[in-house]
């Protein structure tokens, strides 16, 4: 697939990831349409050359509303991306259960809000590609990190099931997994991996991936399989690999 000329939704492009993605997004030729809270970052994002929908992903209908919007203004949406991430450190001597239900509701509930807004047009023209940013995070319990780990890992199997069902209506689904990129989110969270990387490289790495198909983009790659190895250490000795890992810096 050539992102030229495609529509593209970026759903949490205020900054990071997403931003960068957009950017690039639309430098490869694609139409571009831009949704988080923040309007003055996404006008700064824009450059005037998006469409601009500011909205907040917990909001159901919001997005159905951002969606019909690309619609009628960039036409049928090929591409939409959901990577609008909140991140919550979880402390088990003051347990935060609002802490950890935004959380949810940001990066779990949001996703499939976002998904809910563009399946029906999907369907209807039996075309289009679901990705979603979720993180190695999702692949095992990390302390302090039971929050926005638990939502990636929803996020994984949600995407996996998913793609399973979107196989059989022309749906292409994309689990993006990023490792350590240099962002607001990544500074706030107590996980230390290495090989971090800028928001540019991955908005390249999530648009070369996407032309090229994939059904998962991780990256960076020397990262990518060390951390799927991480699946299959013994729970009994996880909690010491998985403490070394978080560990204040
Ligand atoms: N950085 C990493 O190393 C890394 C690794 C793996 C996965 N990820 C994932 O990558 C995605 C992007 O994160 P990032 O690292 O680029 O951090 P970031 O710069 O903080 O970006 C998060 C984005 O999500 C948006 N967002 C948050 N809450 C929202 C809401 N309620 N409604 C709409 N948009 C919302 C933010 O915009 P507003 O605040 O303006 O709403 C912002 O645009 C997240 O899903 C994150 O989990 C990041």
């Excluded at 809270?37 to 998006?50: C, F, K, N, P, T």
């Excluded at 890992?153 to 689990?175: F, K, S, Y």
């Excluded at 107590?190 to 090989?195: A, G, I, K, V």
């Amino acid at each position: 697939m050539d992102l030229q000329h495609k529509v593209v939704w970026v759903v949490g492009a205020s900054s990071g990831i997403g931003a960068a993605l957009a950017r690039e997004a639309q430098a490869r030729g694609a139409k571009v349409a831009i949704t988080a809270r923040r309007e003055a970052e996404l006008a700064e994002v824009s450059g005037g050359a998006m469409l601009v929908l500011p909205a907040d992903v917990t909001d159901a209908a919001a997005m159905v509303d951002c969606a019909s919007t690309i619609e009628h203004t960039l036409g049928p949406i090929d591409v939409v991306v959901i990577g609008a991430g909140a991140w919550n450190t979880m402390d088990i001597l003051s347990w935060d259960t609002d802490a950890f239900a935004e959380t949810v509701q940001v990066n779990l509930v949001g996703t499939s809000n976002a998904i809910g807004a563009v399946l029906p047009s999907m369907l209807r023209r039996r075309t289009g590609v679901i990705a979603g940013i979720t993180s190695p995070a999702g692949y095992r319990g990390f302390p302090t990190v039971e929050a926005y780990g638990a939502t990636k890992a929803g996020m994984l199997n949600l995407l996996e099931g998913l793609r399973a069902q979107g196989n059989q209506h022309g749906i292409h689904v994309t689990t993006i997994a990023p490792t350590a990129v240099r962002t607001r989110l990544s500074s706030a969270s107590r996980l230390r991996l290495p090989f971090s990387i800028d928001p540019d490289v991955a908005g390249r790495a999530i648009c070369d991936g996407l032309e090229r198909e994939r059904v998962e983009i991780a990256f960076p790659h020397r990262m990518a399989l060390p951390l799927k190895l991480i699946r299959m250490t013994p729970v009994r000795v996880w909690p010491a690999l998985a403490d070394r890992l978080t560990r204040d810096r």
